[in-house]
């Protein structure tokens, strides 16, 4: 969406800033909202959680714990190759985050492994749909 290439990882930062203004879209709309990205960062993930809240959203995190094996095996299958020292590292992150997310301010924590992650249903039931509240302008 910033850049013609995907693998430009030189607006990182870009697509972090629009992932979020869009976000905050979404919330102040009270619609809800999906960040499908790796957050293998900390601060990527209080960011999200530092939004939610404000928005007064309850927030859920949904971890793969995939063993670097599948991860280099389905990198092999994909089109568009990420490098194999990018993905060792986001690996790297991954552990990390395995150790510290339990910890963090997110209301709801899923780790799924190969076997839950295959076997998974997800469904969305009904939520209560807050009305918009109308703020005084500044």
């Not at 979020?20 to 900390?42: C, G, P, Q």
């Not at 395995?98 to 997110?106: D, V």
Request: proline content about 4%.
């Amino acid at each position: 969406m910033i850049v013609d290439d995907p693998a430009d990882q030189s607006v990182t930062q870009h697509a972090f800033d629009l992932m979020y203004f869009i976000i905050e879209k979404r919330l102040r709309l009270r619609r809800l909202t999906v960040a499908d990205a790796t957050n293998l960062k900390r601060e990527h993930r209080t960011g999200l959680i530092r939004i939610a809240k404000r928005f007064q959203f309850n927030t859920a995190a949904i971890v793969f714990n995939l063993s670097i094996e599948t991860c280099l095996a389905r990198n092999a299958a994909r089109k568009r190759k990420v490098p194999e020292e990018a993905l060792r590292s986001q690996y790297d992150l991954l552990e990390t985050t395995l150790r510290t997310i339990e910890n963090e301010a997110f209301n709801y924590v899923y780790v799924l492994d190969e076997v839950t992650q295959s076997n998974l249903e997800v469904r969305i039931g009904q939520y209560l749909s807050r009305p918009l509240q109308q703020r005084p302008a500044p």
